[in-house]
């Protein structure tokens, strides 16, 4: 059987695929044969063989062995592939005569272009770490912005300030009647507060919205899901406890009162 690597490269979150022009014509990540080697030297030896690259860090081995049969001048083989993930922090291709050309290429332009299935399992593999590193990455940064407090609040009747994650945050603050009680302007400066809320309820309410404007474009955080979630827990340390218990109904009823329904058995906040 022949042992053989693969080097699927990444760089700004695109991947490197080659166009091969000897033997046969088509599109690959980095490939060759293992040496008298270990597999991470062997495909460093690869990278820099096919691309000229040096500037390469080994991220990880992915987790898939792939057996395939395939015809080569020897006639009939059996050959075995294992892939490594590598990042790539500079430097420019230089291709080998195996190759014509090349692209830096999203996973979905990747899995269009691959000839062979064999690299696309590989191409899914690398995602997935991708994918998997970057939700926990986002984790971490909503537990991060979670635990961080608003140091300094004030609010004239019209413009609504703080200060939060090291920025001092200023927003006009505009009383209409929006349906999830507050809300904000994606280009404007602005956050919004519902006409039905009372008085003793509008400052926290504009607080969350602030903290959550800010995360969300700051940090590319989902509205709805990640950047409430940070907000709603800033809000409640800034509250504390028992404040919070009260605030919730102030919500809830308000809530109610602007969209004419009942909450239901699910608190709204």
Not at 1 to 15: E, P, T
Not at 139 to 146: A, G, H, N, V
Not at 147 to 170: A, E, M, P
Not at 219 to 227: P, T, W
């Amino acid at each position: 059987m022949r042992k053989m690597i693969a080097a699927v490269i990444c760089r700004d979150g695109k991947f490197l695929v080659l166009r091969r022009k000897l033997r046969w014509k088509g599109w690959e990540f980095v490939k060759g044969k293992i040496e008298k080697e270990g597999l991470r030297h062997a495909a460093l030896r690869e990278v820099r063989e096919e691309t000229g690259l040096k500037k390469i860090h080994i991220v990880c081995k992915l987790p898939i062995e792939v057996i395939y049969h395939h015809k080569d001048m020897k006639g009939h083989t059996v050959s075995a592939l294992k892939a490594f993930l590598a990042e790539c922090h500079g430097g420019s291709v230089r291709l080998s005569r195996e190759h014509s050309s090349f692209r830096w290429v999203t996973v979905e332009q990747a899995e269009k272009l691959l000839t062979f299935d064999t690299h696309k399992i590989f191409l899914r593999a690398a995602a997935e770490h991708f994918a998997k590193k970057n939700r926990e990455e986002k984790r971490r940064l909503i537990e991060k912005l979670s635990r961080k407090h608003v140091r300094f609040l004030k609010y004239d009747g019209k413009w609504i300030s703080l200060k939060y994650d090291n920025r001092r945050l200023r927003c006009l603050a505009v009383r209409r009647s929006v349906k999830d009680i507050g809300d904000w302007s994606k280009r404007k400066n602005v956050v919004y507060y519902d006409r039905n809320l009372p008085g003793h309820g509008v400052l926290a309410i504009l607080l969350h919205e602030v903290v959550e404007k800010y995360v969300a474009q700051q940090y590319a955080l989902d509205v709805d899901k990640e950047a409430h979630k940070v907000a709603q827990a800033v809000e409640k340390e800034w509250l504390a406890d028992k404040e919070w218990i009260v605030q919730a109904k102030i919500v809830s009823r308000a809530w109610v009162k602007t969209n004419h329904r009942k909450v239901g058995k699910a608190r709204f906040y």
